[in-house]
Every structure is written in structure tokens, then in C-alpha cells.
């Protein structure tokens, strides 16, 4: 694991909750897996800014905790115009779980992204999705689980912070590649930092914004930024009340329309 930066004790706990529930004998998984990029450019194609949105019933910076039915949710944001649905199936710290995304999965026909704290080959063999995410900060061997997840059938989402491990993503062979703009030590957002990251990206990698998007106007932001595709959780999901959900992905969703209307 990068140790070059501190982690917020969220993190740490997270990060040690994920070591005790990673190992065990599972058996290997082999997923046919549904087209991020291709989903991405059906959107466009359609006008809609592409939407990675997310189920995510708590967090640990949420203001609430939303119990609606997963799969419910997921409709919704599919309703509202989402490309793709990430799924968080971490349950200590976001209340979610493998079970969730299996659900869901065989509900929208959409790609899945499975949002989870992966850190070896064993923590793949859990729950078939489309799109497995992988924390280039968080893993000792980036390039093996990057060729693992590939051989399983996953397309994996390699998560950097920062042009260092966008460098890393790359060598690793990572094809489609998230930028957070959320800072690991202090949990605070700052929208500068895909935009920092993002011009050394090359034209050939699927780019997504992670974290920090709330209204049309970081939409348009991180478009401009060159963000193929933006992972929206909180936004959507409204955890300090109960929202429309797919009203919520709508607004973002066509933020470029009404931009242009």
C-alpha cells in the first residue's frame, strides 16, 4: 500500500475492516461484463451526460442514512438517466453489501460498478458486477490485480488522487480510470483536483470525476475538464432527507441541455 500521504482515521478503519473480511476460499468468479464505454456513449448519443450514480445508503461524511430498497433506487437513477450504477457492498462504514449489488444488477440493464476497499485476488471473488473498483493508494501490486480483475472478466475502475498514481494506473495497464477529488487525509472535496490530474491523462483512457458533484454547474465543470463520465453519490441520493432520486440524476443528467436552452 502508498503510504506517501496520511489516511483520515474513516480511512484507516475502513482500510482494516477490509483486511479482516478479505480471505477465505472462494470460488474464482467469471463475469461476462456489460460495456462502461460503450453505455458512456449511448448516453452521449442520447444527450445525456454520462452518470455513473450510486447506490450508497450511508457514508462516512453522509448526513443520514437512506433505507430505501436498493434496487428501487437503482430504477430510479436508471429513470432519471444514469449510464451506470455503482453499488457501494462495503456494509460497516456505507451500509452496503454484496447482496445489494447482485440485486441490482439483475435489475437495470445498465453496467454495475462494484464499489468496495479491494486489496488482493480473494476480495474479487465475492459478488459478479460489471466494473470492479481498485484504489491505486490502497493495493501493493496494482498491475496484478489490474491483469486479475481483466481475467475474471471485470473491467477495472483504477481510483487515483493525483498525477503520481494516474502514472501508476497507466503502467498498471488501467484503461478506465477515476480521478477522486476528495482528499484521503482530511475527507474534504476540491473540484481542482481532476482538473489538476486530468490533462495528462491520454485520449484513449475512459476519464471519470469521482466525488464533489452536486448541481449542474460542477457538472459542466468537470465536462470541461475533460471528464468522460462523472460518479455522483451523495447528490442523488439526498441522505439528509428523502429526495427524488431520479429527479436528482434528471437535473444532472441534462445539465449540458439546460446549459444550452
Known sequence: ???????????????????ERSGGDRERLSVEARSLPDALARAEADGRVPIVAEVKPTSPTADGTRSDDPVELAEAMVEGGA?????????????????ALR??????????????????????????????????????????????ARERGFQPLVEVHDREE??????????IVGVNNRDLARLEVDLGT???????????????????VSTPEDVRRMREAGADALLVGSAIMDHGGDGDVAENARQLTR????DNE
Open 255 to 258: 445539465a449540458e441541455i439546460t
Open 83 to 99: 449510464a451506470a450504477i455503482s453499488v457501494l457492498t462495503e456494509p460497516s462504514h456505507f451500509g452496503g453489501s454484496p447482496d
Open 194 to 212: 481532476f482538473e489538476s490530474v486530468s490533462p495528462h491523462a491520454p485520449d484513449d483512457v475512459t476519464l471519470i470525476a469521482e466525488s464533489g
Open 1 to 19: 500500500m502508498n503510504s506517501r500521504t496520511e489516511l483520515a482515521p474513516a480511512v484507516r478503519s475502513i482500510l482494516e475492516t477490509a483486511r
Open 166 to 175: 494516474l502514472e501508476a494506473a497507466l503502467e498498471a495497464g488501467a484503461e
Open 103 to 148: 440485486r441490482v444488477r439483475e435489475a437495470v440493464d445498465v453496467p454495475a460498478l462494484r464499489k468496495d476497499f479491494v486489496l488482493d485476488e480473494d476480495g474479487m471473488d465475492v459478488v459478479e458486477a460489471d466494473l470492479l473498483l481498485l484504489i491505486a493508494r490502497f493495493v501493493d501490486d496494482l498491475e496484478g490485480l489490474v491483469a486479475a
